[in-house]
């Protein structure tokens, strides 16, 4: 960790801090929320570009630079007015698969590969089943329940990945970034809970800070 990256790490925190107060409030505010959402993500894009990366993750650096930009996109489309949950969930799915590559420029082995894909069926199946029961009896298009699946399986193989590389920082990051969308998609199609946007937004940025951090191991 060099001196202009730790910095961006900083006021990545500082811009988190400002997000989670806005949501935490019983009324949002939404002028501090507009500010420091997406400051946040640009503040960790601009880490993610200064640190300085572990010798075999300098491609992996470029996927991880391209899913926070997704990322970005995504939080700007669910946080805007309006019902823009489905290019939002689009945004972060590719993402997602952008954080898939990365971990596959140096892939794991295939033991620890299958060890963590039968942690992450374990840990995922249920939660999933709930939520897709939910969205079926809901009435909702027969399209967002394709979309949600697929997102799911998208997840879910960069959470196996993550696990199977055997680096901390990156398993850490991408549990708590699963845990946030497990959380989204609880709270909007199976049972609303008061806490939901603190957490939800918590874990989201304590993830994709893990997940940066993970490129200086």
Sequence with gaps: MNGPSAAAFGFALLFALGNWYAVARPRRVLALEYVCKPATLVALIFAAGLLDP??????????????????????????????????????????????????????????????????T?????????????????????????????????????????????LNTLAAVGAVLFVASDSMIAWDRFVRKFAWAPVAIMV?????QVGLVASLVR
């Design 54 to 119: 572990a010798a075999d993750a300098h491609t992996r650096r470029i996927w991880f630079i391209a899913a926070l930009v997704c990322s970005l996109a995504g939080d700007v489309f669910l946080m805007v007015p309006g019902d823009l949950f489905v290019p939002g969930l689009a945004a972060f799915l590719v993402g997602h698969l952008a954080y898939l590559v990365g971990f596959w420029v140096n892939g794991p082995s295939v033991g620890a590969l299958v060890v963590a894909v039968i942690v």
């Design 121 to 165: 069926v374990g840990a995922v199946t249920p939660v999933a089943r709930r939520v897709l029961t939910a969205i079926a009896a809901s009435g909702e298009p027969r399209e967002l329940r394709i979309a949600v699946v697929a997102y799911m399986v998208v997840i879910s193989a960069m959470l196996a990945t993550a696990l199977a590389t």
């Design 203 to 207: 874990t989201y940025h304590l993830g």
